[in-house]
C-alpha cells in the first residue's frame, strides 16, 4: 500500500486544528510567522504533556504569539453532545459532534489495574459488518489525526484533574484501543499520524506496547503495520473461520479471503515477532458451534495468536441473537482443548450502547 503523502496547509480564511499539526509541521509554521524554531516544543510539550486548556494559559510563550495562536488556529474542534456512564461510573461514553456536524463516540473504561480508552479513527464506517451497529451506518467521512488525538486528550484531561471515578484512583490512561468506530487501515494516514503523535516521547508518550489497533482484515494494512517503528498490538476480526460463512458475515472478506487475510498475519507475526489476537463474535446458531469452533483451532494451529472470544452485543435491527452461556463455554472449551489460548471479553458498557460493535453514534436516553 501506497503511502498517501499528507500536507496540511494553513488557510488564512479557515483556521487549522493545532492538533492536526506534527511537531515538523508546527515549528514550519512558526518560522512562517517569524518565530524561532524552539517556540514549536514549548507549544508541543503545552499541548501534550502540560494539556494546555487554552493558548492563553501557554504562559511560557510571548502574549504576541498566544494571540496570534488564538486568532490564526483553533485548539480542538470536537463538541461534546452527550456523556453517560455505566457499570458504576466504571464505562464512560462520549459523543462528539465533528465540525462538519457528523458524530463519532468514544469510551473509557476503568479497570482496578487500568484505564483503557476505545477511540474512533472515522464517522460511521464502509466495512458493512452485519452484526455491527456502526457497519450499518455505512462511511460518512475520515476523521484527521488531530480529531482522533482530541478524543484522547479530553479522557486524560479529566483522569489527571480526578474528574471520573476516584475509586480506581487513575491519573492518567494507561492503555488506548483503536476500537470505536471505523476502519484504521481504510484511514491509515491520518490514523498512523495520531499514532506519532500520542507515542512521541516529547510529547504525550503513550508507549506503543500500551496501544493495539483493530482491523476487520485489510491484508495490506497489515502487511504494512509490520513495517512500521512503532510496536502497536494487532487485533484481527476474524468472527467466522472460513469464507463462505466470513464473507456473509463481514463483506469484506470477499475483497481479503482467509487465505490471503492469515498470510498476511503471518508475515506480521514473522517480521515483528508479535502475538496477534483474533477477535470472534459468537452469534447464536450462527458461527457458534463445536466443529467450527473446531475449523477455527485447525486455522490458528501453530500461530503466535490468542483467541478473544466477544458476545455478541444487541443492535437495533439486526436480526441476530448473542450465543447461550453454554454454548459459548463449549466453544471456548474445544480451542483450549486444542491447545488454542482463548478468554472469553468481559462485558462492559452494554446499558448505554458503548460496548463492542454498539457505536452508533445516536444520542442514548438520558
Known amino acids: 500500500m501506497q503511502k498517501e503523502m499528507t500536507t496540511i496547509k494553513l488557510e488564512p480564511q479557515r483556521a487549522i486544528n493545532i492538533y492536526d499539526l506534527t511537531l515538523p509541521q508546527l515549528t514550519e509554521l512558526m518560522k512562517s510567522w517569524g518565530q524561532p524554531g524552539f517556540r514549536a516544543k514549548q507549544i508541543y510539550i503545552q499541548l501534550y504533556r502540560n494539556l494546555a486548556p487554552s493558548f492563553e494559559a501557554m504562559t511560557d510563550l510571548p502574549a504576541a504569539l498566544r494571540e496570534r495562536l488564538t486568532a490564526e488556529t483553533k485548539l480542538g474542534v470536537l463538541q461534546l453532545v452527550q456523556e453517560q456512564t455505566a457499570d458504576d461510573g466504571d464505562t464512560r461514553k462520549v459523543l462528539w459532534r465533528l465540525p462538519d456536524g457528523n458524530v463519532v463516540e468514544s469510551v473509557l473504561m476503568l479497570y482496578p489495574d487500568r484505564a483503557t480508552i476505545c477511540i474512533s479513527t472515522q464517522a460511521g464506517c464502509a466495512m458493512g459488518c452485519v452484526f455491527c451497529a456502526t457497519g450499518r451506518m455505512g462511511l460518512l467521512r475520515n476523521i484527521t489525526p488531530g480529531e482522533i488525538v482530541e478524543q484522547v486528550l479530553y479522557f ?30 481504510a484511514n491509515y494516514d491520518r490514523w498512523w499520524t495520531s499514532v506519532e503523535q500520542l507515542h512521541n516521547p516529547q510529547g504525550f508518550n503513550l508507549g506503543a506496547r500500551n ?29 467466522a473461520p472460513n469464507d463462505e460463512l466470513r464473507s456473509a458475515l463481514m463483506p469484506v472478506n470477499r475483497r481479503y479471503p482467509i487465505d490471503e487475510l492469515m498470510a498476511a498475519t503471518q508475515e506480521y507475526i514473522e517480521k515483528t515477532h508479535r502475538r496477534v489476537s483474533f477477535e470472534y463474535v ?22 503466535l495468536c490468542h483467541v478473544n472470544l466477544i458476545p455478541w452485543n444487541p443492535v437495533p435491527g439486526a436480526p441476530l441473537q448473542r450465543s447461550h452461556r453454554k454454548q ?4 471456548q472449551n474445544v480451542l483450549l482443548e486444542r491447545g488454542i489460548a482463548c478468554t472469553v471479553r468481559a462485558e462492559r458498557g452494554v446499558a448505554i450502547a458503548a460496548a463492542c460493535g454498539q457505536l452508533a453514534a445516536v444520542p442514548q436516553p438520558a
Not at 486524560?156 to 487513575?170: C, I, Q, T
Not at 493495539?212 to 476474524?238: D, H, M, W, Y
Not at 452469534?283 to 485447525?298: F, H, K, P, R, T
Request: charged content about 20%; cysteine-free; proline content about 4%.
Open 211 to 239: 496501544m493495539t489497533v483493530s482491523t476487520v482484515g485489510l491484508a495490506p494494512g497489515i502487511r504494512r503495520l509490520s513495517t512500521e517503528k512503532i510496536p502497536l498490538n494487532l487485533a484481527i476480526s476474524l468472527h
Open 328 to 331: 459459548i463455554e463449549s466453544f
Open 282 to 303: 459468537l452469534l447464536q446458531g450462527q458461527n457458534d458451534s463445536v466443529e467450527l469452533a473446531e475449523q477455527l483451532a485447525d486455522l490458528v494451529k501453530g500461530m
Open 156 to 185: 486524560e484531561r479529566n483522569l489527571r484533574n480526578n474528574g471520573f471515578n476516584a475509586a480506581h484512583r487513575h491519573d492518567h490512561i494507561t492503555n488506548l484501543v483503536f476500537m470505536g468506530m471505523g476502519e484504521p487501515f
